[in-house]
């Protein structure tokens, strides 16, 4: 099994810069995702870490450390459409499962 | 680009009655992935087929049953529902990484929306 923990909500300002935290524990490790949820929407892929360091993909960056068994989401020049649910998933591997666990999810509301 | 279809959309059923759920995964995605989703929670992963035959199963009721067809479409079969089965359902399809890599994204689709009166 495994646990995923995230801040339950966060709130941060119009144009600036969040950092999301993501601490998990996993039997064995195949990869970690982050997703953006609005709410009653589908799930939407951000971003996917396999190896230690950090991706950067637009205005959304996201780290890994494996040994640490932590990640961070990094939302730059935020928008109000930024507003939403951030699940950070690892994938767990372990005893033959391949599947995607979520965590409970940040709700981020940006404000003007 | 094709994306994951799933219908209804939405649902209303009595309690104790049955609903059966339909996905259409993305053409050439191996694997197909259910989660329910409560009001205010995360998605709870419940059952996954790959090239057709069960490959995980997670939190789901014994009520409910799953299976995926030749043409890789996938249905979910509900039972004897209650009233905790109200929530989204969404269907996930991946592929293209090979079976056991970690890279295979998920793609969601819209979801389909159970209420139980």
């Known amino acids: 099994g495994q646990n995923i923990d995230q801040p339950t909500e966060m709130t941060a300002t119009e144009g600036a810069i969040v950092q999301i935290n993501c601490t998990y524990q996993?039997?064995?490790?195949?990869?970690l995702f982050w997703y953006q949820q609005h709410a009653g929407e589908a799930p939407t892929f951000l971003s996917y870490?396999?190896?230690?360091g950090l991706e950067e993909k637009g205005r959304f960056s996201s780290f890994l450390s494996r040994s640490k068994g932590y990640s961070y989401l990094l939302l730059k020049e935020l928008q109000m459409k930024d507003s939403a649910s951030y699940l950070c998933?690892?994938?767990?591997?372990?005893?033959?499962?391949?599947?995607?666990?979520f965590g409970k999810g940040t709700k981020l509301s940006v404000i003007p | 680009a094709a994306g994951v279809i799933q219908s209804p959309r939405h649902l209303i059923k009595e309690k104790r009655e049955t609903a059966t759920l339909k996905c259409y995964p993305i053409?050439?995605?191996?694997?197909v992935y259910w989660y329910q989703q409560g009001p205010g929670q995360d998605p709870q992963f419940l059952i996954s087929?790959?090239?057709?035959?069960?490959?995980d199963k997670g939190s789901i009721p014994d009520r409910f049953s799953a299976q995926q067809f030749s043409d890789y479409h996938s249905e979910l079969n509900m039972s004897s529902l209650e009233l905790g089965d109200s929530a989204l359902y969404f269907c996930?399809?991946?592929?293209?990484?090979?079976?056991?890599?970690?890279?295979?994204?998920?793609?969601f689709g819209a979801g389909s929306r159970l209420t139980v009166l």
């Open positions: 996930a399809s991946s592929g293209g990484q090979g079976r056991f890599s970690g890279a295979n994204v998920l793609t």
């Open positions: 996993t039997s064995g490790f195949n990869g």
């Open positions: 870490n396999v190896l230690d």
């Open positions: 998933a690892p994938r767990d591997s372990g005893a033959g499962s391949y599947q995607l666990t």
């Open positions: 053409p050439r995605h191996d694997t």
């Open positions: 087929f790959y090239e057709k035959m069960q490959s």
